[in-house]
């Protein structure tokens, strides 16, 4: 298969992941206060770069292979407002995944502390305070981030209904997703890294 | 922390330098041996065991071997940039009976603390780690290459490495060295790679990695490549954009 009819194989399934992923309409709330003792701490904006990072719950947001494709087609926002990195799933192939960090804050963050696109949010949004990860053995692992003010009432239907989502999707995901998202860890965007020596 | 001469299973570590000629030479022998697609790199470590080659003005180069019952069984080449405040380990290998033992894992420990040690020499402070550069397993044109590659970067990965989102060509040697000529290297050509930072405890605290102070330090002070060249261009155009030199 071309590269091009792969790219557009690859694109329409995970569109259709997530098509289902949203419409599932018996996910458990998950019973987190956000508003009330967060505002928005894992929400990556401007105003979080002066914070204690005690204070920061977290600060980048990784999409899923073509998950920026599918969020701007349902918001038409353009590639300018995320940040892009490179994954090669072949020499002769590469997808490219969006992020949002302290250099390229959340555009869909409204003044309220609201999510402008909650109804088709990322994954990783949805996700949190729950962190995947993959271990070196290749088994999926679950932390939990500790700086979510509001951890103490995670639903555990909700975290289960989390697991089972995320379990479905872990045989789609490439290797080097997994390693973006770890290299997350360590980066925040801000400050804007410099082109000087 | 001082560097343990001794690891697991009765290993010991032994410091390879110009005054110990036969360290050089089983040094040598060994690097061959674990590494014989790259023996034309042999100039390379005889360099890096003088410490301070000229060819190499902005690394503090260390060559080590290990010993474990009465022989060689592994080989270690790494350097100090002292430019910027982290390393590059060039090569770390072993002989197939002496792999599984951990033996690995302390070498990778021992190394970030002499990183830490030339790091204090130089006056940069703590060092953030050091850079490797890992083979692609997407770039293996035989099964069995390719588990050799996925097996180099899993044991990466365990000891703490964090792949970096750049991408990222290895060029064929350093530039200008008068210890290897263009026609050694005929029909090497770069390749890409994995650009893999493998953190001291200060780099793994760091919220906010400096992609762009790693690719300089590498392109510029390690492989001593021109300003603005193609690679730094590629490997920071998706960081920096129309920013980019």
């Not at chain 1, 419409?23 to 019973?31: D, E, G, V």
């Not at chain 1, 701007?72 to 969006?98: N, Y």
């Not at chain 2, 002292?82 to 190394?111: D, K, M, N, S």
């Not at chain 2, 780099?203 to 906010?208: A, I, V, W």
């Amino acid at each position: 298969m071309k590269n091009e009819d792969l790219l557009i194989k690859l694109k329409a399934e995970w569109f259709e992941r997530f098509d289902d992923i949203l419409a599932n309409k018996t996910t458990a709330l998950s019973n987190l206060k956000c508003l009330e003792l967060c505002e928005a701490r894992c929400c990556p904006r401007v105003g979080m770069r002066p914070m204690a990072p005690e204070k920061i719950a977290s600060p980048v947001v990784v999409l899923l292979p073509f998950e920026m494709e599918y969020i701007m087609g349902k918001t038409g926002v353009g590639r300018e407002v995320f940040r892009i990195w490179p994954i090669d799933l072949t020499p002769s192939l590469r997808l490219e995944i969006g992020t949002l960090d302290l250099g390229k804050p959340c555009p869909f963050l409204q003044d309220d502390r609201l999510c402008g696109i909650h109804a088709h949010n990322p994954l990783d949004c949805r996700t949190f305070p729950m962190l995947p990860s993959l271990n070196p053995a290749g088994s999926m692992e679950w932390t939990l981030g500790e700086n979510c003010p509001s951890i103490a009432f995670l639903s555990p239907a909700f975290s289960d209904q989390m697991k089972h989502t995320w379990q479905g999707l872990e045989p789609h995901i490439p290797r080097a997703w997994w390693d973006l998202y770890a290299f997350a860890d360590h980066w925040t965007g801000y400050p804007e890294p410099s082109h000087a020596d | 922390m001082p560097i343990e001469m001794n690891g697991p299973g009765g290993a010991s570590l032994s410091i390879v330098n110009g005054s110990s000629p036969e360290l050089l030479q089983a040094a040598c022998q060994l690097f061959e041996q674990v590494f014989p697609e790259d023996r034309r790199y042999l100039p390379y470590l005889r360099a890096c065991a003088q410490g301070n080659h000229p060819s190499h003005p902005n690394t503090y180069d260390h060559v080590w071997l290990v010993g474990l019952n009465g022989q060689w069984v592994g080989v270690r080449i790494f350097s100090y940039i002292t430019t910027r405040t982290f390393g590059h380990g060039a090569y770390i290998g072993f002989t197939p009976q002496a792999r599984g033992a951990g033996l690995g894992t302390w070498l990778v420990e021992q190394t970030l603390r002499q990183l830490d040690d030339d790091a204090r020499k130089f006056g940069t402070g703590k060092s953030l780690g050091y850079l490797v550069e890992v083979e692609r397993p997407i770039d293996a044109e035989t099964e069995e290459e390719r588990k050799k590659d996925e097996r180099r970067l899993q044991f990466h990965r365990q000891c703490g490495g964090i792949i970096l989102p750049v991408p990222f060509v290895e060029p064929v040697m350093i530039e200008g060295v008068d210890y290897i000529s263009p026609t050694d290297l005929q029909g090497e050509s770069p390749r890409p790679m994995h650009l893999v930072l493998i953190p001291s405890e200060r780099g793994n605290s760091l919220q906010n990695l400096n992609l762009v102070d790693f690719v300089h330090g590498l392109y510029y002070d390690v492989y001593r490549l021109p300003r603005g060249h193609t690679f730094v261009k590629n490997a920071l155009s998706y960081l920096l954009g129309g920013k980019n030199e």
